[in-house]
């Protein structure tokens, strides 16, 4: 039985890829580098350096480390100031109720996310004293798929990985919940993977599986 419910943050609390994709769109015009929705997609759940090295994949050219930090800084200034624009009503009233019925079950929530604006996020959200835990980008060494953001996470809450489900939207999401040995339900187009213990349809049926 589960103690604690790690999320991911883009894509399932909150849904931050329109603002990726606007973000990286000015970076590859720039760059005349052709970027498109389904490419921005496979960025789900990447770290931002491994997204740009993709988007780069269509690059005629080699980019250099230093040139490379540059376009990075400049994207998240753009993407930055997208977040900037976000409120507490960017949060579905159906993710916040799901939230709180969860805590009253005496459920450990958790963040798990791959990006380093997490607690920006979380801020604009109006959740910034919601969570018992934030593990994110800034805390790890290795990214989704490894197990590490997970891993993190089930630590400062005192869970082990069996007593943990993690909430995910990417493929590299349920690839690092499995490798930590954690349950995951998948929401969004991530249940279409096999690697998915639940598949979610909407997000208040997580009260379905952890009672
Ligand atoms: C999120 C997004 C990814 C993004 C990554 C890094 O992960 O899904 O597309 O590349 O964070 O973001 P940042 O540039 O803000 O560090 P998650 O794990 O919350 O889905
Ligand atoms: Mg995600």
């Keep these: 039985n589960y103690k604690a419910v790690i999320f991911d943050l883009d894509g399932v609390i909150c849904h931050t ?12 015009d720039e760059l ?21 090295d993709i988007i780069l994949e269509r690059y005629d050219k080699i980019m250099g480390e ?4 540059i376009y990075l800084t400049k994207k998240n200034e753009g993407y930055q100031k997208l977040l900037k624009g976000m409120t507490p009503s960017d949060l579905s009233e159906e993710t916040k109720n799901t939230l709180l019925e969860l805590r009253k079950r005496g459920m450990k929530l958790a963040i798990g996310s791959s990006s380093k604006n997490a607690g920006l996020i979380i801020k604009q959200l109006g959740l910034e004293h919601f969570f018992d835990a934030v593990s994110d980008g800034n805390m790890i060494t290795h990214s989704k798929p490894h197990p590490e953001v997970f891993q993190k996470a089930a ?10 489900l993690v909430v995910e939207d990417a493929k590299a999401g349920l690839e690092a919940a499995k490798a930590g040995g ?30």
């Design 17 to 28: 890829d329109h603002y990726h994709y606007l973000a990286w769109k000015e970076v590859a």
């Design 32 to 52: 005349g580098i052709y970027f498109d929705e389904s490419i921005n997609h496979r960025l789900r759940g990447v770290s931002r350096k491994e997204s740009f």
């Design 66 to 69: 230093e040139d490379k930090e």
């Design 155 to 164: 630590s400062m809450v005192n869970c082990e990985a069996e007593n943990c």
């Design 182 to 211: 954690m349950d995951c339900a998948a929401v969004g187009d991530a249940v279409k993977s096999p690697l998915a213990d639940y598949k979610l349809s909407s997000f208040r049926q997580l009260l379905e599986i952890v009672e």
